[in-house]
Every structure is written in structure tokens, then in C-alpha cells.
């Protein structure tokens, strides 16, 4: 069985994955973490980012948080100013 996710993808990260949305399928026990570590083998340039905040359905999640199917995950990068 499938836990199928929707990440959102924001500024340098939508860049990198050439498009501002995935779905993805991830193991039924799958993790913030576990979403990360896939999302940066199948996209190298990810571990450039020196910092990533995720958020979990509008709230900021850390990488043991447990994802659920249907969830809405979004990957906000590090944001300059000026």
C-alpha cells in the first residue's frame, strides 16, 4: 500500500525540479525525512541548499514527523532580501 503525497515547490527548489508541484508515492511508514532524502537523490542540486524548511498541511514540520496519505507538503528554501 501507497502513501501518495503532494509536495509544492517553492522559489530556488521549483527551479531545481523544473516544476512547482509532485506527487509522489512513499512507503506507507514514510517521514519528513524519508520524503527529503528521496527528493535529494532524485534531484542532487537540493543538497546545495544550506538550509529547507518543510511544512506539513500549513504547518512546519521536523523530519520525524510521519506523513499521511493526502498530505501537502511544501518545501520553502532559504529566502534572500535586500
Known sequence: MSNRVSV??????REIVG???LTLDLP???QVGDLLLHLKE???ALNGLRSLL????GEYAETD???RPNDEI???????GG
Open 8 to 13: 509544492l515547490l517553492f522559489g530556488i527548489t
Open 19 to 21: 516544476s512547482p508541484a
Open 28 to 30: 506507507q511508514t514514510g
Open 42 to 44: 532524485q534531484y542532487p
Open 54 to 57: 518543510v511544512a506539513v498541511n
Open 65 to 67: 514527523q510521519a506523513l
Open 74 to 80: 511544501a518545501l520553502i528554501p532559504p529566502v534572500s
